[in-house]
């Protein structure tokens, strides 16, 4: 187990600020990409918070991610939009391409959403929350475009990404229900936190390069490459099937397959459908349902070692309230990684580690 540094949530957006505004980023991109980033630590989410940072900058440096882009509209027919991300920042694009979807539902009762190439989108839930703090019902999916990662069911090796899919559920008068996961057993992303800490992965979770049980993150984070496992069996594998084929080809985005130029990008393409229950007709049916069938499941008595049943959302809305208090753990490898990223764009290391002190 390596050391680990504990930092306080708004220490972590100055130097995320600061080395992503370094690299080139309007000071309002910079502002976003940290705010996301530090936003998916505070709710539990590290594989998705500022260990990203250096994979970022490397994309920026190689070319793969566009700076200071914005949603650009390829088709527009009212309730139905068809965005292209253009390899820009995915906290900047996903922000833009639902705010046009927000509006459009808005006015529409739905608008359906395809946004294509998008670099990497981060936590999906933030773009559920973003439509449930306008009162929107939201279903995302998503493909990834880089290099595959997750295999198939029944298959050795890896074919598709870690695709997730998200449905947010705003509760007038309570916390939403945000359902977010990867598609795979873990994300990519919790395998190179397991990596870097130097702690194995669940058993089950991942297989070797020759297509093998293990439970050596290493597999799935530097070469000889072996694959996560879908969730879910075929069930998992089916829905990661579905996030291609909807979130990527009728998106207007690619789907995966072997990475052609070898650049270290993240893409995502998204396909989002976003309903407002006031236009439906069924606003407070949703919420009476909803509240009862809510107070019913979580009533069901805990099995050991679980405090209670929890709605999906709730996990990492405690992990926030704790994070926010007692601050976030980054391990000294990820911590050496975000610096080295800081370093490559021209800050000096000690100007990054003074940020966080
Ligand atoms: P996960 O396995 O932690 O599952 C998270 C979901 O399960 C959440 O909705 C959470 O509220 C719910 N949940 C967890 N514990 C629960 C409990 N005890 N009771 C009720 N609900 C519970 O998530 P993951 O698969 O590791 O995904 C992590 C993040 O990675 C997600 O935010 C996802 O969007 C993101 N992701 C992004 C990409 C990308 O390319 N942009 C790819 C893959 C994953």
Partial sequence: MTETHVFRADALLAAVRAIVGAAGSSPAEAEAVATNLVEANLRGHDSHGVGMVPRYIDAVLEGGLMLNAHVAVRADSGALLTLDGQSGYGQVIGAEAMALGIERAQRHGVCVVGLAHSHHLGRIGHWAEQCVDAGLVSIH??????????????????????????????????????????????????????????????????????????????????????????????????????????????????????????????????????????RLGTAAHLAREM???????????????????????????????????????????????????????????????????
């Fill in 141 to 278: 999916f998503v493909n990834v475009l880089a290099r595959p990662i997750v295999a198939p069911f029944g298959g050795r090796d890896a074919r598709l990404g870690t695709n997730p899919f998200c449905v947010g559920i705003p509760r007038p008068g309570a916390e939403p229900i945000v359902l977010d996961f990867a598609t795979s057993k873990i994300a990519q992303g919790k395998t190179r936190v397991a990596y870097n800490r130097g702690v194995p992965v669940e058993p089950g979770t991942i297989i070797d390069n020759h297509g093998d049980p293990t439970t050596d993150p290493r597999f799935t984070v530097i070469e000889p490459s072996g694959a996560l496992l879908p969730f879910g069996e075929h069930k998992g594998a089916g829905l990661a099937l579905i996030c291609e084929l909807l979130g990527a080809a009728l998106a207007g985005g690619k789907t995966g397959g072997p990475v052609a130029d070898g650049r270290r990008r993240v893409l995502n393409s998204m396909f989002s459908i976003l309903v407002d229950p006031e």
């Fill in 291 to 357: 509240e009862s069938f809510v107070a019913w499941t979580t009533a069901s008595p805990p099995m050991a070692g679980v405090d209670r049943v929890k709605t999906p959302g709730e996990p990492e809305r405690e992990t926030r309230a704790a994070r926010l208090a007692a601050g976030i753990a980054v391990d000294a490898v990820s911590w050496g990684e975000i610096v080295a990223a800081g370093v490559k764009v021209g800050l000096a290391a000690r100007g990054v580690q003074a940020l966080v002190r």
